[in-house]
């Protein structure tokens, strides 16, 4: 079935860094594609999607690219900050009309220090 | 607004009792889903309900698990005679209606320890 595979955390960055997070997934046709971010007791919310080839998802700094040829939507920020530290998930959609189910990455824990 | 409520937060239980999860989701929507993260996983799907109706449960064990969502009240996700692999975080999420493009807004989780 359809799975998504993001990098191991944790992730330790000084604010202003770099930021990616890594995530490829297998999939039998086109799924939609998406970020969720997790901050501390908090429910997931929805960071950024893509639901085609070549399209970029961005939100708050954030971007992510659907990359169909190396089935991948990495995620990226350019200088992150301490209010960045969370939990971020990658997730692609079931197809047709199963496509309210989410399939979800193990998690990648962020963590910026000042 | 509030966002998507659950509770409790942390559950404890030992093997044999019953836990019951609740889900109570964003004003207007009527679509709820659960998932379910066991340790190291990402979370999985379970099962999607409308108002007094499982639409899609392909995502639930086939025993000891059931999940409603009443006309009145919360939705709740009942686990029977718990065993140290229910273990898990247990995520509800809500929408207004169908598919991807409306978006699930997520609960922060309820933590099932079974001892």
């Not at chain 2, 698990?65 to 995520?91: C, H, M, N, T």
């Amino acid at each position: 079935g359809d799975s998504v595979t993001q990098m191991e955390g944790p992730v330790t960055l000084s604010e202003e860094a770099f930021l990616t997070i890594n995530c490829t997934y297998t999939a039998t046709g086109y799924p939609s594609l998406f970020w969720y971010v997790q901050y501390p007791g908090e429910g997931l919310q929805l960071l950024l999607k893509a639901t085609k080839a070549d399209d970029k998802g961005s939100n708050k700094g954030f971007e992510a690219t659907y990359r169909k040829e190396t089935t991948s939507f990495h995620l990226e920020k350019g200088s992150v900050q301490v209010s960045d530290s969370a939990v971020y998930f990658c997730a692609l959609s079931d197809q047709g009309g199963n496509d309210y189910k989410l399939s979800f990455g193990a998690g990648t824990t962020v963590t910026v220090r000042a | 607004n509030a966002g998507v409520m659950q509770n409790p937060r942390h559950l404890v239980r030992r093997r044999g009792q019953e836990a019951r999860l609740r889900c109570s989701p964003m004003k207007g929507h009527s679509h709820v889903y659960w998932y379910r993260q066991l340790p190291e996983e990402g979370l999985k799907f379970m099962v999607y309900l409308q108002k007094e109706n499982i639409i899609d449960e392909s995502g639930m064990p086939k025993e000891r698990f059931s999940a409603e969502f009443p006309k009145e009240g919360p939705s709740i996700l009942r686990i029977q005679q718990v065993v140290r692999g229910d273990s898990a975080a247990y995520f509800c999420a809500s929408s207004l209606g169908q598919s991807s493009y409306n978006e699930q807004f997520f609960g922060p989780g309820t933590r099932l320890t079974v001892l």
